[in-house]
């Protein structure tokens, strides 16, 4: 199994909606990461999770909040989001600090 | 500071043209180094990767070689399909930094 799992793969929401992002391996990958994808740029790194601790935060705002609850779940809790955090949220794991293999992404638009 | 540098697109080819999309790269050490593709819609598919100096890394018809002397990672193809349409990041390791990805359209 060489797959990242995110789900959903869509999803609207209100400013004042809570949402959440799930993100599933089962490669026995140590390091999980959030990045961010907007319409035609590469994607920035937002958190990284190494052996279920959070080890970088790329200065990423309070109302994008990150949860390792085990080694093969990565949640991004979404809450009070602005028309401007629409994008390409991507989820990724690796072997320590090896090849990156991502999910396919959820698509995220915010009203 | 590490960084990626890639040629910007869009690349428009005929169908069966030889690829090239450059890649150079800085970073303190000895990164290893990626090549991923997006296909519209989806997320990124690593296609290849190289670790070390002089390594070639190749898959589904595409190269790249790791050059340290003139720290490149060029990636070439000898003939592409409509189906590689797809935009390609050149990416190095640690903090797995991307270039700001070449987009390549095929014209059959």
């Known amino acids: 199994d060489t797959e990242v799992t995110q789900t959903p793969k869509h999803l609207v929401m209100g400013m004042t909606n809570k949402k959440s992002l799930k993100c599933e391996q089962h490669?026995?990958?140590?390091?999980m990461y959030w990045y961010k994808q907007k319409a035609k740029k590469p994607p920035e790194l937002m958190f990284v999770y190494s052996y279920e601790k959070l080890s970088i935060n790329e200065s990423v705002p309070s109302r994008f909040s990150p949860e390792c609850p085990n080694s093969s779940l990565l949640n991004l809790h979404l809450h009070a989001l602005q028309p401007e955090d629409s994008a390409l949220y991507l989820c990724a794991s690796s072997q320590d600090w090896g090849a990156v293999f991502f999910g396919s992404g959820t698509q995220l638009s915010v009203l | 500071g590490d960084s990626v540098t890639q040629m910007e697109g869009p690349v428009t080819l005929s169908e069966e043209a030889f690829l090239t999309i450059n890649c150079t790269y800085t970073?303190?050490?000895?990164?290893?180094l990626f090549w991923y593709v997006q296909y519209p819609g989806e997320g990124l598919q690593l296609l290849l990767k190289?670790?070390?100096?002089?390594d070639k890394g190749s898959n589904k018809g595409f190269e790249a070689t790791y050059r340290k002397e003139t720290t490149s990672f060029h990636l070439e193809k000898g003939s592409v399909q409509v189906s590689d349409s797809a935009v390609y990041f050149c990416?190095?390791?640690?903090?797995?930094?991307f270039g700001k990805g070449t987009r390549l359209h095929i014209l059959p």
């Open positions: 970073a303190t050490g000895y990164p290893s």
């Open positions: 490669m026995g990958h140590r390091a």
């Open positions: 190289a670790t070390k100096a002089d």
């Open positions: 990416a190095l390791i640690l903090k797995i930094i």
